[in-house]
């Protein structure tokens, strides 16, 4: 069984740090590493936008220009994991979070892990 699970949400003040993590299960390393991963975000009433990415192969990152300077993304391919540490957290970017896996046309995803920031 193929799975993503995130974590690493919670409370935290503006300008406050999280870690999220994105663990992948039931992949082979070979499809999570020359695969596209991602990190969107959905806020109450809003559609889901992507945040990060990450292409296939050469590795090349993309962020959202809200995030940009402030957000990291990167993949570890021997844990199977996608992290993403966000710095000088905004309540705009109040949102769930969900780690994203696309291999050929099907794309995969993780239940999402909130991320409030709120004084």
């Known amino acids: 069984q193929v799975e993503l699970v995130e974590s690493g949400g919670g409370l935290v003040q503006p300008g406050g740090s999280l870690n999220l993590s994105c663990a992948a299960s039931?992949?082979?390393?070979?499809?999570?590493?020359?695969?596209?991963v991602a990190w969107y975000r959905q806020a109450p009433g809003k559609e889901r936008t992507l945040v990060a990415s990450?292409?296939?192969?050469?590795?090349?990152?993309n962020y959202a220009d809200s995030v940009k300077g402030r957000f990291t993304i990167s993949r570890d391919s021997a844990a199977k994991t996608v992290n993403h540490v966000m710095h000088n957290l905004k309540p705009e970017d109040t949102a769930v979070y969900f780690c994203?896996?696309?291999?050929?046309?099907?794309?995969?995803w993780g239940q999402g892990t909130q991320v409030t920031v709120s004084s």
């Open positions: 990450i292409t296939s192969r050469v590795n090349t990152k």
């Open positions: 994203n896996l696309r291999i050929g046309n099907r794309n995969y």
């Open positions: 039931g992949f082979t390393v070979q499809s999570f590493v020359l695969n596209p």
